[in-house]
T-cell receptor, first 119, second 111 residues
Framework: GAVVSQHPSWVICKSGTSVKIECRSL??????MFWYRQFPKQSLMLMAT?????????EQGVEKDKFLINHASLTLSTLTVTSAHPEDSSFYIC???????????????FGPGTRLTVL | QKEVEQDPGPLSVPEGAIVSLNCTYS??????FMWYRQYSRKGPELLMY????GNKEDGRFTAQVDKSSKYISLFIRDSQPSDSATYLC???????????FGIGTKLQVIP
């Protein structure tokens, strides 16, 4: 299957700082990338959907000015958590959807996740 | 009411047992149904993928979809300790629409 990587896998930061998380599709072109957040003992919750070259679409309740998403190329999307606070501590997971004809229809390939801890 | 309901468990079974995992959903428009396996502190990996109603088998895994009852199942035969993980059901309307996940069922297979 297609491979999606995330970097960093684990980050600790001080409250008030910004953190950037990268999501890369390594062997396919991802026209659509998704960012999820998973709190302990809860399911993955979609934060936003981004299409290459256009603005991200945020889910209700997700602050677009706090969670900046950039999908500048077909293989890279970034999520920047601005002015992070302890309540932003979570497991952030990206997924990438390939172009039509790649993989299973509608399959999303998930990255390994980034664990963010804000002190 | 949540769109997707899944018992979080935990579910403990002895090695070799048949495991049955289930989800119910409320949106009859869902067309694509998936099961993901997630190990601790890792991203989910796709196990099974089914379009519309019916059964699909892949090795020890069988996925069932009953759209009339809005009920999906994943069966694991001859369960192994390496199957110990959290299993998430997921579904979507189609295309590259957002995927809605269940909360996940934590499974432990005891040697």
């Amino acid at each position: 299957g297609a491979v999606v990587s995330q970097h960093p896998s684990w980050v600790i930061c001080k409250s008030g700082t910004s953190v950037k998380i990268e999501c890369r599709s390594l062997d396919f072109q991802a026209t659509t990338m998704f960012w999820y957040r998973q709190f302990p003992k809860q399911s993955l919750m979609l934060m936003a959907t981004s299409n290459e070259g256009s603005k991200a679409t945020y889910e209700q309740g997700v602050e677009k000015d706090k969670f900046l998403i950039n999908h500048a190329s077909l293989t890279l999307s970034t999520l920047t958590v601005t002015s992070a606070h302890p309540e932003d501590s979570s497991f952030y997971i990206c997924s990438a959807g390939g172009s039509p004809g790649q993989g299973v229809h509608n399959e999303q390939f998930f990255g390994p996740g980034t664990r963010l801890t804000v002190l | 009411q949540k769109e997707v309901e899944q018992d979080p468990g935990p579910l403990s079974v002895p090695e070799g047992a048949i495991v049955s995992l289930n989800c119910t959903y409320s949106n009859s428009a869902f067309q694509y149904f998936m099961w993901y396996r997630q190990y601790s502190r890792k991203g989910p990996e796709l196990l099974m993928y089914t379009y519309s109603s019916g059964n699909k088998e892949d090795g020890r895994f069988t996925a069932q979809v009953d759209k009339s009852s809005k009920y999906i199942s994943l069966f694991i035969r001859d369960s192994q300790p390496s199957d110990s993980a959290t299993y998430l059901c997921a579904m979507t309307l189609g295309g590259y629409q957002k995927v809605t996940f269940g909360i996940g069922t934590k499974l432990q297979v005891i040697p």
